[in-house]
Structure formats: structure tokens, C-alpha cells
């Protein structure tokens, strides 16, 4: 181990980088200046613990950017001289904008410690800060000092000490803002290149980010080291710099260094208090209302049932539209079609009836993923998430989970990819595992089919004298509010099973609040869009032509099929009946035929298998049927529902006529049972293979399917046998 290290000062001007420096070396420096230039470089010896320390004060810098002599002095000390030790002199009176330096520091993946000196000025102006929280959040040694009374600085030499020691360790423990999902990748990916193609000591990161950022001594310095691969790495890192800029619309550097001051923003307020001292900048004051403790929860309630009624009150209409069109498709296809015969129906039922009614409802997905995707943009998000955090941490959840979760409302599969951006495995798989309780938008289409049939619209009371409330509204409501309601209990159990461990400590980044670009609004879209529109072209497509077939075969028997003509030939010959009740018997015949047939059917015959096994939660064989064509995908539940019943192939009157046969058939509470189980029971097909790749096991997929399926037998039984107890 060496006995001599040295270390480096770094800090704000006026920090008290000067007063520190005196405090540790005493009289024994010397003043020279650095090598070229005018600046004045002070060098000293101390003695701590048996342990030489020779260090050198750098000039004072706000930042590490190459706009100022001091600046491009202080990096090139730390990447040529390479101290043992940095030692940040911050002030924490001023703790934001001093720790801009540090996060820079940190992103240079230098040995670092912090000095919160001018401690004694902070706490004079009632600024609490946590400095354990904090240096855990950032992953750096934090001593509270004041330089000019000595305080803290031989806690601030053992620290030194300790990192000078094992520096690779430290550097490890580093945390380093985090670009966000549009940026963070490019970062990684030029990050990787950069140690793939020169040796840069560790430092990789440092000159990506700053390559992106346009840095052009970075540029000759790269150049310098590895001349050989500088024009493709700075052809690299300019086309990553566009695309950054051609979505966000600032400058890459701008859009960097308002993630670093958000990174920095996060961290301090999670562990600064400020009592006194009023707080400044705009985003600082719109903050202190949208996270305030007690505003915070409404104000986002309020928003997201805005983002609800925006999505709704244009994407109904919408979907409606395309409804009727996919109608007339479906009228004009059979006309058009050349006789009658299964190629007819696989396009109809199968194709048409199946994959439209999933492309029907994307009017509604793309409004849901523009509001969130505005939220998102605008910086607000980050917001509620902050809020939520404190509500998540309950759970032994981080707030960062929640923007899964919401995305999970739209649909399941671009929540799941969505926690990539969680750190801790354990969470990431805790959210996963709950995602599927967030409900949805593919259920919709179930619940207002079940909504139409069993509960007729009806005003439960109005709100403000505005809102009418319907017991529709307040259903739908509750299903939601259900499945929020597992997802916490599922959660916390997990976190307190499988998943147990500490929650990890991590930053959560408030971005300041910045105009959403147009451009990045639709990339947001429809990328999410598409996600779903592949998922209705591919998978969806695939499991309909399948459930179609096991809805056709195999056939109903030869001498079957002539029962039922002869039926309808004894019928159309009744003389005493009237040419009115001929057709509804005729037609009573058909829809007999086509349920016998159903029934003979693959799917009819698993249908009836599984039935005992639903028969407790109020499902008979029909349910049953649909709910293992809802396992395929949630949305092929309304059209197998319709295939089963299919009464005619008059596309406007059918779902009309399919809630009537419902409501006849089953009770409101076997409806609401219905609701239950399509809530909670397994996910879709796609969210388990999409789990299973994304957790990178198939164990935990499974987990999800077996545990989401059992909870919804369970809690359906339990719903239904109470009701049918009480009579409902
Ligand atoms: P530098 O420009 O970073 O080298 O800062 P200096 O060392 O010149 O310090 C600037 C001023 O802050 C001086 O007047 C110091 O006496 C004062 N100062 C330094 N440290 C502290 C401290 O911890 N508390 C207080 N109240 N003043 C300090
Ligand atoms: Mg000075």
C-alpha cells in the first residue's frame, strides 16, 4: 500500500477551496503556476495518520466544460496528473449549483469526496441537510466542514485516506445521472465503443458525454490518444447528437446539463430541508405546489382523470366510427364473398371480426400514450412520480415504478418494457409481477359489453352540480380502483417473500419543466402505438386463426346437421303460424345449430372440461369458453362471446343483440363476476412471453400467470357465493 498520495482540491469559486487548503497544509506550500498559462497552481505537503499528502489546489471552476482557461486546466490535471484523490470543496449554503461540479466529478469517474464546507452559513439559513441520505443517494463521501475554523477537516482527511486506499472501489460506488430514456441509450452505445476502440483508463463515459456534447478539446484529445478510430467515433457521436436534438429541440449540451441539475434537484429534495430561506428559480416554486404533501395527491388525481376524459371524449367517437366501418367491411366481404364455406368465415369471424376489433380501439390507445407521453415531455411526470414515491415507498416500491404502472393502463406490454428504466432487479420484478393488475385498455371492450348488458345507465348523483355520475362510471371505477388495490397488497407481499430487501437507494431525477417538441410527442406515440398495432398483426392474428379453427372443428355430423333441417323444414310448413313467427323460429333454429355446433367444437368441448373448475365463481361452459380465448388475448373475450352467441351476421345489431341474450341468460352478478375475473386472472399471452423475456426467465412468467389466475378464482368465488348467498 502507498504511504504518499495526492490529492486534488476542486470546487466553486469562493467555495472556500483556499481556506481548506490552509487548514490542512499549515504553512508548508509553495505557489507557482501550471505549466503555459497564467493560473496560479498552489501545491502543499500534510501529514495524517503516518500518511504523506501532497495537494494541489485547482483553480475554481463552476463546471467542467472547456469554456474557460481554469476549466480546461482542472480536467487536464485529473485526466493526465491523475490524483489519488478529488476533493470537492462545496458550498453548501449554495448545495444545487455547487453540485454540479460534483456530479461532473463523478461522471469523470474520478476518486471523489465531498466537503460540504460554509456548513456553519447553511444551517444559519435554516438549510437542513441530510448529508448521510445524500452521499448514500450519490454514492461519495460527504464531511460537513468549515474551513475557516478548522471544523471537519481531520474527518475529511480520513476520508480521503480511506478512499486513497481502495479508489476502484469508490469509483464503483459512484452514482452518475442518468439521461433518461431517450438519451441513456446513445450514452451506453457510444460509451461502448469508445472502450472497445481506445484505451481510455476508465474514463469512457466522460468523453462520450462529452463528445455528444460537442466538446472539441475532447475531440483533439481522443484524436491524441487513438488517432487511428477518432473520425468513426466523432461521426458516432455527431449522428446521436442530432437525433438527441432533432427529438428534444435544444441543443445536446443544454439537454445534458438540464438532466444533471435535474439528477442534482432530485437528489437534494429528498434529503435537504429548507426552513427558512425562500426557494427561487420557477421550477423550484410551480414544484413547491405540485409535490407540496398535501396538494400533491389531488392535483394528480385531477390530471390523470383529465388524461381519462381526454382520452375518452375524442376516442370514443372515434372507435365508434371505425366500428361502423369495420361493420360495413364485414357486410361487404360476405357479399362479395363467392358462396359460403370456412375460408368465408375464417376472413369474417376469424380476421375481421377478431384483429379489427382489436385495431378498432387504437384511436383510444393513441390519445391515452399522447396525453401521457405530453405529461411525460413537459416534466411533470417526474413529478408525480415524486409524489407517488412517498406512497410507493410504502409498499417497498420506488416511485420510478409507477410510470410503468400508468403506461400499464394503456396496455401491459410497453408498461413491462417500460420498467427497464428501474435499477434494482427486485423491484423491476415486483412491478412486472403486479402489472397486470393495472387494467388495461384491451378489458375495456369486456367491461362496457358487461356494463350494457347487466347495468343500465342510470345517475347516481351529481357531483358539483356539474358531473352526473353514473352507476356505470362508479363499476368502471371500481374494477379500476380494484386493481390498484391488489397490485399494492401483491406487492407488498412479494416485497415481503420472494423479492425481500432493502429498498435501493436512488435519485430520483426532477428535470426542470421544458415545452414538449411536437416531434418528440409523436415518436413517443407511436412508438407505443405500433408496439400494440404489431401486437393485433402478429400474435393476435395468430391466436384468432387458431381459436377460429377450434371454433369449427370439428363439425357437426352429417345426420346432426339434418336434424336441424328438418326442424326448419316442419317450421317453414306450419300453416298456422304467421310469416313474423316463422322467421324467429327459423332463426331460434339457426342460433341452436350454430351453439350445438359450438359446443361440438375443440373449444366447446375444453369449454365444458374447464367449466367445473369456473362453475364456483358463477361461470358455465359458454364463459368458460370465452375466458380461455381472454387468456389468448383480453380482446378475443368479447368476440368469442359473440361467436358463441353469434346471433346473424347483421354486424350493427349484434352487439345490441348479444348484451340482450347476456342479460336473459346470466345475472347482474355473474356480469360483475365476469369484470372480476377478466380483472385479475392471467394475463395475456403476449405480457407472459414479453415477462419472460424481459425478467430473463421463464420462472417468473409462470409465477405470474399462476398466481394473477389463482387470485381471481379466489377472490371471484368469494364475490360470487356472497352475492348468490344474499340473493343478488
Ligand atoms: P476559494 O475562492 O474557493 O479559494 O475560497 P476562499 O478560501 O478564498 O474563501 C472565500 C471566503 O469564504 C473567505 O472569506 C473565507 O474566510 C470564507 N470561508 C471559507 N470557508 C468558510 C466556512 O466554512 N464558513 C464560513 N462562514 N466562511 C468560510
Ligand atoms: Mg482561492
Known amino acids: 500500500m502507498k504511504s504518499r498520495y495526492t490529492i486534488a482540491l476542486a470546487g466553486n469559486p469562493n467555495a472556500g477551496k483556499t481556506t481548506v487548503f490552509n487548514a490542512i497544509t499549515g504553512s508548508r506550500q509553495h505557489v507557482g503556476n501550471y505549466p503555459g498559462v497564467t493560473v496560479e497552481k498552489k501545491e502543499g505537503f500534510a501529514r495524517h495518520n503516518d500518511v504523506e499528502l501532497n495537494i494541489v489546489d485547482l483553480p475554481g471552476t463552476y463546471s467542467l466544460t472547456a469554456y474557460s482557461v481554469e476549466e480546461v486546466v482542472a480536467r487536464n490535471v485529473l485526466l493526465e496528473d491523475k490524483p489519488d484523490v478529488v476533493v470537492d470543496i462545496v458550498d453548501s449554503s449554495n448545495l444545487e449549483r455547487n453540485l454540479y461540479l460534483a456530479t461532473q466529478l463523478a461522471e469523470l469517474s474520478v476518486p471523489l469526496v465531498l466537503a460540504f464546507n460554509m456548513s456553519d452559513v447553511a444551517e444559519n439559513r435554516g438549510c437542513n441537510i441530510d448529508e448521510q441520505a445524500l452521499a448514500e443517494l450519490l454514492g461519495v463521501p460527504i464531511v460537513k466542514t468549515v474551513g475557516h475554523k478548522n471544523r471537519g477537516i481531520s474527518a475529511l482527511l480520513d476520508a480521503v485516506v480511506a478512499i486513497a486506499q481502495d479508489p476502484a472501489a469508490a469509483i464503483a460506488k459512484q452514482r452518475r445521472p442518468n439521461y433518461g430514456p431517450e438519451i441513456e441509450p446513445h450514452v451506453k452505445q457510444l460509451t461502448d465503443l469508445i472502450r472497445q476502440r481506445c484505451r481510455l483508463d476508465h474514463h469512457d463515459r466522460w468523453f462520450a458525454v462529452k463528445l455528444l456534447e460537442g466538446d472539441e478539446e475532447t475531440a483533439r484529445r481522443i484524436n491524441r490518444l487513438c488517432p487511428a478510430h477518432t473520425e468513426e467515433l466523432l461521426a458516432e457521436a455527431d449522428r446521436i447528437k442530432h437525433h438527441v436534438e432533432g427529438i428534444c429541440g435544444d441543443p445536446a449540451e443544454i439537454i445534458l446539463a438540464d438532466r444533471r441539475y435535474g439528477y442534482i434537484s432530485g437528489a437534494c429534495t429528498e434529503s435537504v430541508t429548507q426552513t427558512v430561506e425562500a426557494r427561487h428559480a420557477s421550477s423550484d416554486k410551480i414544484d413547491a405546489v405540485l409535490t407540496n404533501r398535501w396538494l400533491g395527491l389531488p392535483i394528480f388525481a385531477l390530471l390523470m382523470y383529465m388524461v381519462f376524459q381526454f382520452t375518452f371524449a375524442f376516442g370514443n367517437p372515434a372507435v365508434d366510427f371505425l366500428d361502423g366501418r369495420l361493420g360495413e367491411l364485414r357486410s361487404w366481404v360476405i357479399e362479395a364473398w363467392p358462396g359460403q364455406g370456412v375460408l368465408e368465415s375464417l376472413v369474417v369471424d376469424g380476421i375481421i371480426g377478431g384483429v379489427g376489433q382489436v385495431v378498432v380501439f387504437v384511436p383510444l390507445i393513441m390519445l391515452l400514450f399522447m396525453a401521457i407521453s405530453i405529461l411525460e415531455d413537459t416534466g411533470y411526470m417526474a413529478r408525480a412520480a415524486f409524489v407517488i414515491d412517498r406512497l410507493m415507498h410504502k409498499i417497498g416500491l420506488h416511485g420510478k415504478s409507477f410510470i410503468p404502472m400508468l403506461i400499464g393502463f394503456g396496455c401491459t406490454v410497453p408498461g413491462i418494457m417500460a420498467t427497464r428504466t428501474l435499477e434494482a432487479r427486485r423491484d423491476r420484478l415486483t412491478t412486472i409481477l403486479v402489472l397486470p393488475l393495472m387494467s388495461c385498455a384491451a378489458r375495456m371492450p369486456i367491461y362496457l359489453l358487461i356494463l350494457g348488458a347487466f347495468f343500465p345507465p342510470r345517475t347516481v348523483f351529481k357531483a358539483l352540480g356539474i358531473f352526473n355520475v353514473t352507476n356505470q362510471a362508479m363499476l368502471l371505477f371500481a374494477i379500476y380502483l380494484i386493481g390498484i388495490i391488489l397490485a399494492i397488497v401483491c406487492a407488498k407481499l412479494l416485497r415481503k417473500t420472494l423479492l ?3 429498498a435501493m437507494p436512488f435519485v430520483m431525477e426532477l428535470p426542470p419543466y421544458r415545452m414538449p417538441t411536437v416531434k418528440g410527442l409523436a415518436i413517443h406515440m407511436w412508438e407505443r402505438t405500433w408496439l400494440y398495432l404489431r401486437k393485433a398483426g402478429t400474435i393476435i392474428l395468430m391466436i384468432v386463426v387458431i381459436l377460429w379453427a377450434m371454433a369449427t372443428w370439428p363439425a357437426l355430423s352429417e345426420t346432426q346437421v339434418q336434424t336441424f333441417e328438418q326442424q326448419r323444414t316442419t317450421i317453414a310448413a306450419r300453416a298456422d303460424l304467421g310469416k313474423e313467427q316463422i322467421r324467429d323460429r327459423l332463426s331460434e333454429i339457426d342460433n341452436a345449430e350454430l351453439e350445438a355446433g359450438l359446443e361440438h367444437s375443440a373449444i366447446g368441448r375444453i369449454g365444458r372440461a374447464v367449466a367445473p373448475v369456473l362453475r364456483p365463481c358463477g361461470f358455465d ?108
Open 621 to 728: 361452459w359458454k364463459i368458460s369458453t370465452a375466458m380461455l380465448g381472454a387468456f389468448a388475448a383480453k380482446e378475443v373475450f368479447v368476440g368469442q362471446m359473440g361467436l358463441i352467441y353469434s346471433v346473424g351476421a347483421d354486424a350493427d345489431e349484434q352487439s345490441h343483440l348479444l348484451r340482450d341474450r347476456l342479460a336473459a341468460e346470466y345475472s347482474p352478478l355473474q356480469g360483475f363476476c365476469i369484470m372480476l375475473f377478466c380483472l385479475i386472472s392471467m394475463p395475456c399471452m403476449v405480457t407472459v412471453v414479453v415477462t419472460a423475456r424481459e425478467s430473463g426467465s421463464l420462472k417468473w412468467a409462470l409465477l405470474q400467470v399462476s398466481y394473477l389466475t389463482v387470485l381471481a378464482w379466489v377472490i371471484t368465488t368469494a364475490v360470487y357465493q356472497a352475492g348468490s348467498a344474499l340473493g343478488m
Open 500 to 502: 425481500r430487501g432493502e
